[in-house]
């Protein structure tokens, strides 16, 4: 019997054409507005390409949390690699991210090391002596290497600053040598690396390239490119796109566009539709945003009418799944629709404001300004919660309170 349910939901049409490329590791062939800085980085490491062993070529690249810091230096490493092995220079990039490896230096360099293909034991070598094998290895070999060391932070400590120090001094005691090794740091915050002395500090980070929040357009432009790539034509409404856009426009975190496009996908998936709207993004938008708002004990704490204004939106959120905002004039009219369903005299439109802002700064409901497309200057009203949940939770906490239908 088990068999046969996975038989055939392995047969259920998927809005996916590539699921893979919504992964959190995936290095996406283009990164849209993120063009000047990897032509920045072109720059910065042109001589690996031009005059390899000529110089050490570094930067560090800084930014807050999902606005493309690890895909950037992947995609150049990537990049940069294949274009020096297609002119016949042997390069190596490596990307490790510190934190994976507990800010371990010994444990990072032994990354490195299996990464070139340097069989040492697991234990007996200190750092010094493993990152002493990998030089020697790349002298050799005629190759060389870059570094990409993502979330720094996590070497903040005595011995992941020895390791810092190390790496900004490989060449100091070698003058005329090939210098065979460029870097590349990640971090959030400069800061963090202000445990080192100030000449270290200058030797390691090279350039800074500091990575601005992302706008919403530019959010819309990324979180559509990545939608073109996973999913099927069509399979995903503009609407949906947008509602996506609008959640993550506050943090212009990106990691979070891409695990709602891929949690929605697979919730349409699940319920048999062929194409995600806004209502999908909605159901799985708390599981990767913040923890489920605790519903039931916000209720408790709203008053009748405040309670029927968040039913009027919950239900006109079921009825109409293709739609991620509702003008006040509709919501409004709802409104009056389920206070004479329980009722209930309708408050007037002062009254009705003040709730709905009561709401939103409650998390229950969402509230912007009217775009284009809509007549004149309106409000829009969003449900941040799947409808179908708070639907049941009101109706039970007015049962509750001992209201009946007219």
């Known amino acids: 019997m088990s068999e046969d349910i996975l038989r055939e939901g392995l047969r259920i049409r998927s809005v996916f054409k590539d699921e893979r490329t919504l992964d959190l590791s995936y290095i996406p062939p283009r990164l849209p507005h993120r063009e000047s800085e990897y032509r920045i980085l072109a720059r910065v490491f042109r001589s690996i390409y031009d005059e390899p062993g000529s110089m050490t070529s570094k930067a560090t690249i800084v930014g807050s949390t999902g606005v ?137 980070q090279g350039y800074v390239l500091d990575l601005h929040n992302y706008t919403k357009n530019e959010i819309y432009d990324i979180v559509k490119y990545r939608a073109e790539l996973a999913f099927k034509g069509d399979a995903i409404s503009d609407e949906a796109l947008k509602l996506v856009t609008d959640i993550c426009a506050s943090s212009g975190n990106i990691r979070w566009a891409v695990e709602l496009l891929l949690k929605a996908g697979r919730y349409a998936d699940s319920i048999g539709s062929k194409i995600v709207l806004p209502i999908h993004i909605r159901a799985v938008q708390q599981s990767v945003i913040y923890s489920m708002i605790p519903i039931r004990d916000n209720l408790r704490n709203l008053s009748d009418h405040e309670l029927l204004l968040l039913l009027a939106v919950a239900r006109i959120s079921q009825f109409s799944p293709e739609e991620a905002y509702f003008p006040t004039g509709r919501v409004e009219e709802a409104y009056r629709v389920v206070c004479e369903e329980y009722g209930m005299e309708p408050k007037r439109h002062t009254q009705f404001w003040s709730y709905m802002k009561t709401l939103s700064m409650a998390g229950l409901l969402e509230v912007k300004p009217s775009t284009v497309g809509y007549r004149g200057r309106t409000t829009l009203i969003g449900l941040p919660i799947q409808p179908e949940l708070v639907v049941r939770s009101i109706e039970e906490e007015l049962s509750r309170r001992s209201f009946r239908d007219s």
């Open 68 to 204: 493309g810091k690890t895909v950037l230096a992947r995609r150049f490493c990537d990049d940069i690699e294949k274009i020096c092995r297609d002119k016949g220079i042997k390069l190596y990039s490596i990307y490790v991210n510190a934190q994976e490896f507990r800010g371990s230096p010994h444990l990072i360099l032994t990354e490195v090391s299996s990464k070139i293909a340097l069989n040492l034991p697991s234990r007996g070598f200190s750092p010094e002596e493993i990152l002493s094998f990998i030089l020697k290895a790349l002298e050799e070999r005629d190759c060389y290497l870059l570094l990409a060391l993502d979330e720094v932070e996590a070497l903040i400590s005595s011995r992941g600053l020895k390791l810092l120090t190390s790496l900004s001094r490989l060449y100091e005691m070698q003058m005329g040598s090939k210098q065979r090794v460029h870097t590349i740091l990640i971090v959030r915050d400069p800061k963090a690396l202000h445990s080192l002395s100030t000449p270290i500090l200058e030797t390691l």
